[in-house]
């Protein structure tokens, strides 16, 4: 068995997303998904990508949600 992924269907089918999500967050800057080309055929490989998704989750439980008051939005009660 191999420990790559190839082609985005094949990545995206991997993930359960769209192809096109998966080529959005190959793309984005902070931390990106770990594809790579050889030979014009993109990869993924599973250690890769199961320290990212970890990464992922990680970052999406301890983000910390700032309390917001009307007054933070720049809403008043005008009566």
Known sequence: MSNFVETWKGIA???????????????????????????????L??????DWLARQRE????RPVPAQTTEDLGLRLIA
Request: charged residues 30%; proline residues 5%; positive net charge.
């Open 13 to 43: 089918t991997a993930l359960g997303r769209s192809e096109r999500w998966c080529r959005y967050m190959a793309r984005r800057a902070g931390d990106p998904l770990p594809v790579f080309k050889v030979g014009g055929i993109v990869r």
């Open 59 to 62: 970052r999406s439980m301890h």
């Open 45 to 50: 490989n599973h250690l890769d990508l199961e």
